[in-house]
């Protein structure tokens, strides 16, 4: 990757606030998510009460076509007196009543979760769409970007790296191979490694705003070696894609990282 090809930076606040709607819309996309698990599950549970109700109800009338109104006669005329025989009646229309009333419960309750799906899922598919937005946004940045307060991509990177290790020339290149290894893969936010570098929730150097101290040169003319010699002769020193400050994280440190 020549440096004259690389797009110039966007501004670092910009970015920040795209980043921090990314995360916020997530949260909610997530949420949502859940709500939709929750509501489909209650959906499912509901459909199983109103098939038993409607089996039920549909037995008792089967019964009756089956058998007639006899049965239900008998039990009427077994009646020993006419206030027993109210008391009967009463009976025989409450069951049929309790039956139709709990269906109608049930299928009241069922066309009420489906339709706090559909808006659950409305909702949804509206954050997702606002969510790629904010994401072609920020995409949009990182390859024509704001350029009045960065205007140099090589010092933007070499800024970020230097935050992140600036220790050696080792732990520098570390750094940055990490970077182009992500380039790579194609799932770490980016196809360059500006978008890699921004992506959300990945590089504090650059999302907690360490990088800023670092620009316009301020950093060890090793740094800016190891990010030339990675990205325009592609030496590397490690093909992991992942690390964390310190020495416990990963399978082999450097600089002051350790990777995996």
């Not at 859940?34 to 109103?50: T, V």
């Not at 009427?76 to 009967?88: E, R």
């Not at 309750?109 to 598919?125: N, P, V």
């Amino acid at each position: 990757m020549a440096i004259s090809s690389m797009p110039p930076v966007f501004a670092a606040d910009d970015a920040s606030t795209l980043s921090n709607q990314i995360t916020q819309i997530q949260k909610q996309v997530d949420a949502q998510a859940e709500k939709l698990s929750k509501i489909n599950h209650e959906l499912a549970n509901n459909s199983k009460e109103l098939a038993i109700a409607q089996s039920s109800m549909s037995n008792r009338v089967r019964s009756m076509y089956m058998y007639g109104m006899d049965g239900y006669l008998q039990y009427l005329f077994s009646s020993k007196n006419v206030s027993d025989f109210f008391t009967n009646a009463d009976q025989i229309t409450n069951v049929v009543r309790a039956d139709r009333e709990k269906v109608q419960k049930i299928e009241t309750l069922e066309a009420s979760l489906k339709a706090e799906r559909r808006e659950a899922k409305a909702t949804q598919d509206d954050l997702n769409k606002k969510l790629k937005e904010v994401q072609k946004k920020l995409q949009q940045y990182a390859s024509t970007g704001n350029k009045t307060e960065v205007t140099d991509q090589m010092d933007f990177i070499c800024a970020i790296v230097a935050s992140e290790c600036n220790v050696n020339y080792e732990g520098a290149l570390a750094v940055i191979s990490c970077v182009m290894n992500r380039v790579d893969s194609g799932r770490w936010g980016g196809k360059d490694a500006v978008s890699v570098l921004t992506a959300p929730g990945q590089f504090a150097g650059y999302l907690d705003g360490p990088y800023k101290r670092y620009l316009n040169g301020h950093y060890p003319p090793y740094v800016k070696q190891a990010v030339t010699d990675c990205m325009t002769k592609g030496i590397r020193n490690h093909n992991y894609q992942s690390f964390r400050a310190g020495s416990s994280y990963g399978v082999w440190n450097c600089g002051g990282n350790s990777y995996r």
